[in-house]
């Protein structure tokens, strides 16, 4: 498997109470590795023991401890160095009292200034699948850089899957723009909320039976409420979500599409697939940061 994507730094806080305005709150802070496109290669490789490769950007800042890190996990990272920008950093703000939600303050850094040029047909030798992180299309560089790799792997046969990413950034760009952008992938992995605005269905089932009317395979993850596999127009499964204590959900979502992805891989059927994303992603929120468990 080939994913592209985003490699950044997280800082993730984890407080107890609402920060207070014009002062301090006490919190615990840890410096960890993530982003999606980088969360999802580690992931699918810790899962599903396949060769799992990462087309990202980064900062000389970081190059080497990012790359020993992706290693750690299973990965062959293809990490270009950007000679200006520092790697992309994320703030990420975890509220323990409210089922370790998070909410990202997103500096992009170098991870989304990959572009075409980053690109070579070789990349896609001996893979069988090409993951797109969402977060590729919030930029007009990467932007570029999807549209290379999604024409190379349709004259190669390989199948594509997409994460939306982000509702927030998905909202700034457009539905519609997004949705060309996309046009012909085999897998799309959006989240309830991602759903619901690319389709303007307040329901998540609704909102995920549509998109497969646009895409072959629509999965949808709803939390705690588990995932949702479409098809033709149907939801044809409704996946649980597995029970965990949640420490911090950063990464969840990555860890629910690298278990996916790597079970699809393996031969699972959807169903069974998405069964496996939910078992990964239950694991992820048990954990600081959006990264498995460096293999042992």
Same mark, same amino acid.
């Given at each position: 498997?080939?994913?592209?994507?985003?490699?950044?730094?997280?800082?993730?806080?984890? &407080? =107890?109470?609402?920060?207070?305005?014009?002062?301090?709150?006490?919190?615990?802070?840890?410096?960890?590795?993530?982003?999606?496109?980088?969360?999802?290669?580690?992931?699918?490789?810790?899962?599903?023991?396949?060769?799992?490769?990462?087309?990202?950007?980064?900062? %000389? !800042?970081? #190059?080497?401890? &990012?790359?020993?890190?992706?290693?750690?996990?299973?990965?062959?990272?293809?990490?270009?160095?950007?000679?200006? %920008?520092?790697?992309?950093?994320?703030?990420?703000?975890?509220?323990?009292?409210?089922?370790?939600?998070?909410?990202?303050?997103?500096? =992009?850094?170098?991870?989304? $200034?990959?572009?075409?040029?980053?690109?070579?047909?070789?990349?896609?030798?001996?893979?069988?699948?090409?993951?797109?992180?969402?977060?590729?299309?919030?930029?007009?560089?990467?932007?570029?850089?999807?549209?290379?790799?999604?024409?190379? #792997?349709?004259?190669?046969?390989?199948?594509?899957?997409?994460?939306?990413?982000?509702?927030?950034?998905?909202?700034?760009?457009?539905?519609?723009?997004?949705?060309?952008?996309?046009?012909?992938?085999?897998?799309?992995?959006? =989240?309830?909320?991602? #759903?619901?605005?690319?389709?303007?269905?307040?329901?998540?089932?609704?909102?995920?039976?549509?998109?497969?009317? &646009?895409?072959?395979?629509?999965?949808?993850?709803?939390?705690?409420?588990?995932?949702?596999?479409?098809?033709?127009? #149907?939801?044809?499964?409704?996946?649980?979500?597995?029970?965990?204590?949640? $420490?911090?959900?950063?990464?969840?979502? !990555?860890?629910?599409?690298?278990?996916?992805?790597?079970?699809?891989? =393996?031969?699972?059927?959807?169903?069974?697939? %998405?069964?496996?994303?939910?078992?990964?992603?239950?694991?992820?929120?048990?954990?600081?940061?959006?990264?498995?468990?460096?293999?042992?």
């Amino acid at each position: 498997m080939l994913v592209v994507g985003d490699v950044v730094t997280d800082v993730v806080a984890r &407080h =107890s109470r609402a920060p207070a305005r014009g002062t301090d709150t006490a919190a615990a802070i840890r410096i960890v590795p993530g982003g999606a496109g980088a969360n999802v290669a580690c992931w699918a490789a810790c899962r599903g023991g396949h060769d799992v490769r990462l087309l990202g950007r980064v900062g %000389a !800042d970081t #190059a080497e401890w &990012h790359t020993r890190e992706l290693q750690a996990c299973g990965v062959r990272p293809r990490l270009v160095v950007d000679p200006e %920008a520092p790697t992309g950093t994320v703030i990420c703000l975890v509220d323990t009292t409210a089922a370790a939600e998070r909410t990202f303050l997103t500096d =992009s850094g170098a991870s989304l $200034r990959l572009d075409s040029g980053d690109w070579s047909d070789t990349l896609l030798d001996g893979v069988a699948w090409l993951h797109l992180s969402g977060y590729l299309l919030f930029s007009e560089p990467s932007r570029g850089l999807v549209a290379t790799a999604l024409a190379a #792997a349709r004259a190669r046969g390989v199948p594509v899957s997409v994460d939306p990413a982000s509702a927030g950034f998905l909202r700034a760009l457009g539905v519609e723009r997004f949705l060309a952008l996309v046009d012909g992938i085999d897998v799309l992995l959006p =989240s309830r909320d991602e #759903a619901c605005l690319l389709t303007g269905l307040p329901d998540a089932a609704d909102a995920a039976a549509e998109l497969s009317r &646009h895409v072959p395979l629509v999965v949808a993850t709803s939390g705690v409420e588990g995932a949702l596999v479409a098809r033709a127009g #149907a939801v044809c499964a409704r996946v649980p979500a597995f029970p965990a204590e949640a $420490r911090d959900t950063t990464g969840a979502g !990555d860890a629910f599409t690298g278990g996916f992805l790597a079970a699809l891989l =393996s031969g699972a059927a959807p169903r069974d697939a %998405a069964e496996e994303g939910c078992r990964a992603g239950a694991l992820a929120v048990t954990r600081v940061g959006g990264r498995p468990g460096r293999p042992t």
